[in-house]
């Protein structure tokens, strides 16, 4: 399902078209993250201008706010986890969803994933492969996905089911719960695994009250940081590592 490195292209030329593409975002900054655990460093590129991106959000049917452009601890933790235990994505189809940035598909990438990276936003997507190909060398096959109505493509490429679907900090918002959880109910193979990270909103603790009830169970770590922006200091992100009864 992955997409080598080049796209038919040389690394650096590909590098380059990829983020013309991005300038269409508007200013774009390199911001340089460091795994606290597994102590990779990665420069992520990112836009440099929250306002714009919020300006144009207003007219967005479905009031997605760009959440997308921001570094989050749940990223980070998310691929720290998955550089310090990749046995859980090496060599097998892996689905990101949410995929924003790329931090946790760049680290899914470096384990061995054969990936494919979903999020509603195709800006994100665009930043999303670029930053994969920097960090990762390589790019995953990407998909934009509305998970409140998602299509018949998501089912399609799903097949039998995933055996690892990922997803950090992607419950903002409580109308996302249900929608969420009837996704991963169709998407994660039977016996597969759902890595979830979180910081503790409410809407993930709801969600995860409805995925026990509804027969997910597994284990639960916490990761404290540090984490890149100061503002987030002091906050813990649960990681689920869940599977269906």
């Known amino acids: 399902m992955g997409t080598t490195a080049t796209m038919g292209q040389p690394a650096p030329t590909r590098l380059a078209a990829l983020r013309a593409d991005a300038a269409g975002i508007g200013r774009l900054v390199d911001e340089t993250i460091v795994l606290p655990r597994a102590g990779r460093t990665m420069v992520l590129v990112r836009p440099g201008d929250m306002d714009e991106l919020l300006d144009r ?6 009031q997605n706010l760009p959440y997308w452009c921001e ?8 691929a720290d986890a998955i550089l310090t235990e990749p046995g859980h994505v090496a060599d097998g189809p892996v689905l990101e969803l949410g995929s924003g940035l790329g931090i946790t598909a760049a680290a899914a990438l470096l384990a061995g994933a054969d990936l ?4 509603y936003a195709p800006e994100a997507l665009g930043l999303c492969r670029l930053n994969c190909l920097a960090n990762a060398g390589r ?5 934009t996905l509305n998970w409140r109505r998602p299509g018949d493509d998501l089912f399609n490429l799903a097949g039998d089911g ?10 903002y918002e409580s109308r996302d719960v249900g929608p969420l959880l009837d996704l991963v109910g169709r998407l994660v193979a039977p016996g597969g695994l759902l890595w979830l990270a979180e910081p503790g909103r409410p809407p993930a603790t709801r969600f995860l009250e409805a995925a026990r009830e509804a027969g997910w169970h597994g284990e639960t770590t916490r990761h404290p940081g540090p984490w890149p922006d100061p503002k987030d200091a002091g906050a813990v992100v649960g990681l689920h590592a869940l599977r269906r009864r």
Not at 57 to 62: F, T
Not at 71 to 78: E, H, M, N, Q, R
Not at 116 to 119: Q, R, S
Not at 162 to 171: E, H, I, K, Q
Request: aromatic residues 6%; glycine residues 6%.
């Open 139 to 143: 790019e995953p096959e990407t998909l």
């Open 57 to 62: 959000a207003v007219g967005d049917p479905e």
């Open 162 to 171: 995933f055996p690892t679907v990922l997803a950090a900090d992607v419950l």
């Open 116 to 119: 494919v990276a979903a999020d």
């Open 71 to 78: 570094i989050w601890p749940s990223g980070v933790a998310l």
